[in-house]
Nanobody
Framework: QVQLVESGGGLVQAGGSLRLSCAASGSIFRINAMTWYRQAPGKQRELVAGITSGGAANYVDSVKGRFTISRDNAKNTVYLQMNSLQPEDTAVYYC???????????????WGQGTQVTVSS
């Protein structure tokens, strides 16, 4: 089994910054893509940013130039640096990882429990 634990959420004023972390642990042979999603009240969960095992990143248009995703493969951890935060960034942020548990197993997606980010105006 694989566990993902997020941290770093909180309350920040508009224009401020936060850094989210998501650490994977458990039975891990290889972690493929790692992705951050968010879900605001009354809205569908949306992809915010993703990063491949090789470091290629992609972002939803609304966060380009403000958010930066990175990963430390040695620590099985993905980060999301969020700058110039706006009230519309308020949401629960979830980490997702595509993990191959053993050499013989197929990859599967795992989710963290979520961390709340609240941006006040």
């Amino acid at each position: 089994q694989v566990q993902l634990v997020e941290s770093g959420g909180g309350l920040v004023q508009a224009g401020g910054s936060l850094r989210l972390s998501c650490a994977a642990s458990g039975s891990i042979f290889r972690i493929n893509a790692m992705t951050w999603y968010r879900q605001a009240p009354g809205k569908q969960r949306e992809l915010v940013a993703g990063i491949t095992s090789g470091g290629a990143a992609n972002y939803v248009d609304s966060v380009k130039g403000r958010f930066t995703i990175s990963r430390d493969n040695a620590k099985n951890t993905v980060y999301l640096q969020m700058n110039s935060l706006q009230p519309e960034d308020t949401a629960v942020y979830y980490c997702n990882a595509n993990v191959k548990a053993t050499y013989w197993s197929a990859s599967a997606n795992y989710w963290g429990q979520g961390t709340q980010v609240t941006v006040s105006s």
